[in-house]
Each structure stands twice: as structure tokens, then as C-alpha cells.
């Protein structure tokens, strides 16, 4: 998709859909104490190797927050395929699920997202936890299954499939100021129950969070390094900056690992 040209100039575009991750993050920033981890500063702006391509990832983590991610990757400019995310790890002393966003432009100028709460238990068993964070939000993944401005989205990759919960908002659709702001609305809407889910959760027991922490880190870590597209940015960054780049989605190189 990198490589496909078209006439379409979706900076405009592009730059909404930044300005809704950076309203996002704000809302996150408001209520967390959030410290960028200096193990990635160097990657505040990078380039692929012909140049043509440009991205920026930041991190953070914080008393509540194990770790954050807020990230853009594409040149709007010249290519129609820009991505970017705003991910946020909860640390264990509870067990809310965390929090997913991801958008982007297509090569054919359709815009793309995908909204999740990732889901911090086997939802198949704990039928409580399916309940309480996931039936919520079964009417709007029913509601958007329905609106024609939109297109389901299915991965190719089994693994992304299964990573994705059964009420992931996951679509692609024309990037008319309709979409955009159906997009803003349910971000936010998105976002302020997760808020209020965090607010209100009772506390892990001390016994079971080491054990989570673990299955949190292993989820981020596969999840990055299982990316579809990871050999995509391969070709563009070479092997060491997109080895850097995966590491950073799942906090290899925070500090507080070494």
C-alpha cells in the first residue's frame, strides 16, 4: 500500500485524524501522570531510507500507566498511506481493559480505524468480565455494521483477528467530514467510559498482579512483533530502525527494563 500513487491529497485528511489522536491524548494526559521514557527520544522523528517516507513515536508511563504509546507513521504529501496510534498498557493493580486506537489513510483515499478495549482475561470463561466491559459496547459494533458509509474491515492475519475483541470497531469508509466526525464521536465516547471504568475499579489483589503484568507484557509484545506490517517497514527503515520501532511498541527498550 506504501508504494501505490495516487492524485488523491489526503494531508488535510491526515491531519484530522491527528487532531483527534491529540484530542485523545490530551483527555489521557489530564488524568494520568504520564513521563515520556527517554529510551525513545530518538525516534520523536525518523525517516525510511529513500527519505519518501517520515514517522515520530513518543512513549510514556506513569504511577497507572505501564505504558503509552502515540505514534505516526506516512507522508501525506506524496503517499496516500499514513498511519498512527495511541495506545495505552494499564499497569496491574487493576484489571480494566486497555485501551486501542488506531487510524489511518488508504491508498484508494478512504480513511481506516480500529477501536478496542483489549481484553486483560480469557473472555470465553470469564463471563462477568465479558459483561461488564464488552456488552456496553455490542450496540455501537451492532449500530456500525448497519451504516453504509462504512465498510467492515477484516484482517488477513489470524493472530490480528484473535488479538481484536468481539466488539472491536474496526472499518474503513470515505473521508467525508461526516466520517470524521462519526469517528471524533465515537473516539471520545470511547475513551470516557474506559475513563470512567478506571475511576471506579476495584483494586487487583496483590497476589494476582504479578501474574498479570506478565500476561500484559507478553500480549504487548507479540502483538508488536506479529504486525503484518512489520515487513513492510523492513523494506522502508531497514531492519535495525524497524527492530527499534517494534521494540518501542511493547517496551523493550523502556528503561525500566534493562
Given at each position: ?11 488535510a485528511v491526515f491531519e484530522q485524524l491527528w487532531r483527534i489522536t491529540k484530542e485523545l491524548y490530551q ?174 475499579a476495584e483494586p487487583l489483589p496483590e497476589d494476582a498482579r504479578e501474574a498479570l503484568a506478565a500476561r500484559d507484557l507478553a500480549l504487548r509484545r507479540s502483538s508488536a512483533e506479529r504486525d503484518p506490517g ?29
Amino acid at each position: 500500500m506504501t508504494q501505490q500513487q495516487s492524485d488523491l491529497d489526503n494531508k488535510a485528511v491526515f491531519e484530522q485524524l491527528w487532531r483527534i489522536t491529540k484530542e485523545l491524548y490530551q483527555k489521557l494526559e489530564a488524568r494520568f501522570q504520564l513521563h515520556p521514557d527517554p529510551s525513545v527520544e530518538d525516534l520523536q522523528q525518523y525517516s525510511s531510507l529513500n527519505g519518501n517516507m517520515n514517522g515520530s513515536l513518543t512513549a510514556f508511563s506513569g504511577e497507572e500507566i505501564d505504558w503509552l504509546v502515540h505514534s505516526w507513521l506516512g507522508n501525506p504529501e506524496k503517499s496516500n498511506f499514513t498511519t498512527m496510534r495511541l495506545t495505552t498498557w494499564l499497569k496491574s493493580h487493576i484489571q480494566v481493559p486497555h485501551l486501542a486506537f488506531e487510524f489511518g489513510t488508504l491508498p484508494n483515499g478512504n480513511i481506516f480505524f480500529y477501536i478496542d478495549y483489549i481484553a486483560r482475561t480469557e473472555l470465553l470463561t470469564d463471563l462477568a468480565y465479558l459483561d461488564r466491559y464488552y456488552e456496553p459496547v455490542n450496540q455501537t459494533f451492532l449500530k456500525l455494521q448497519e451504516d453504509s458509509r462504512l465498510k467492515a474491515f477484516t484482517s488477513k492475519s489470524v493472530y490480528i483477528r484473535l488479538f481484536q475483541s468481539p466488539a472491536s470497531l474496526c472499518y474503513t469508509g470515505a473521508p467525508t467530514l461526516e466520517t470524521l466526525e462519526l469517528l471524533r464521536t465515537l473516539a471520545h465516547e470511547t475513551l470516557d467510559r474506559w475513563l470512567t471504568w478506571v475511576d471506579t475499579a476495584e483494586p487487583l489483589p496483590e497476589d494476582a498482579r504479578e501474574a498479570l503484568a506478565a500476561r500484559d507484557l507478553a500480549l504487548r509484545r507479540s502483538s508488536a512483533e506479529r504486525d503484518p506490517g512489520n515487513k513492510f517497514a523492513a523494506q522502508m527503515f531497514g531492519s535495525e530502525l524497524t527492530d527499534k520501532l517494534v521494540r518501542s511498541l511493547w517496551g523493550a527498550v523502556g528503561s525500566r527494563y534493562h
